[in-house]
């Protein structure tokens, strides 16, 4: 059974500051996709992962994926208060899991 | 383009009472899932479909029954609400390799 984890499931950071949200999961696959939700609303889709090694970034936001490791990565670099969301890893076989979501906090 | 729709957008229901979750998607999408979202927490899948006609459960399908007539509708039916079917209702759909998008979600209270 595919199994998706992300840790951290909570951060708070300062403003400036780097940080990566890591996502793990239980079975091969080569199809990994990032989302955003904010509060009270729907999910938005950041990036979407199609290989081994592949990385995307947009803005202040990269993503990278490991398929051998399993594992990929949502690097967030001089966070400002704007990148405040949840942010949910997901992958599909057939089935689209996803990981239990990291709510990020950036203060000033 | 619209895109994914979900009607209605909220509702309250009384423990006992039936109703159906509207999805349509007009991108010609294969795959289309269904989801909810229990307050602070993740999406867990309740069924999904990869094409007109076929139809499997996913992670928490008791309560729940859905039937895939057509490419571009998906509807969800709840059976004898019940109060820990409170929740948001996400419906999503995708193609290929291609990301999935999401409806606006339908907000259900039972009570």
């Known amino acids: 059974e595919l199994k998706v984890e992300q840790n951290p499931l909570f951060l708070s950071m300062q403003e400036g500051k780097n940080y990566t949200i890591y996502c793990n999961y239980s079975?091969?696959?080569?199809?990994l996709y990032w989302y955003r939700q904010d509060p009270g609303k729907s999910l938005e889709s950041l990036f979407v992962?199609?290989?081994?090694?592949a990385v995307k970034q947009e803005g202040r936001l990269m993503a990278s994926l490991d398929t051998k490791a399993r594992l990929s990565t949502l690097h967030i670099t001089a966070a400002v208060h704007d990148l405040s969301a949840t942010y949910f890893c997901?992958?599909?076989?057939?089935?689209?899991?996803f990981g239990q979501g990291t709510r990020l906090t950036i203060n000033p | 383009n619209a895109g994914v729709t979900q009607t209605p957008k909220f509702r309250i229901l009384k423990i006992g009472q039936s109703m159906t979750l509207q999805c349509t998607q007009d991108?010609?999408?294969?795959?289309m899932y269904w989801y909810r979202q229990d307050p602070g927490m993740g999406l867990k899948l309740i069924y999904y479909?990869?094409?007109?006609?076929?139809?499997d459960k996913g992670e928490v399908p008791n309560g729940y029954n859905v039937s895939r007539s057509t490419t571009e509708d998906f509807p969800l039916r709840l059976e004898l609400a019940a109060p820990s079917q409170t929740s948001v209702y996400f419906c999503?759909?995708?193609?290929?390799?291609?990301?999935?998008?999401f409806g606006q979600g339908t907000r259900l209270t039972v009570v």
């Open positions: 999503a759909s995708k193609r290929g390799d291609t990301e999935a998008f």
């Open positions: 997901a992958v599909v076989l057939r089935k689209l899991v």
């Open positions: 992962l199609l290989s081994n090694g």
């Open positions: 991108m010609n999408h294969n795959y």
């Open positions: 479909s990869v094409g007109a006609g076929i139809t």
């Open positions: 079975t091969t696959s080569d199809r």
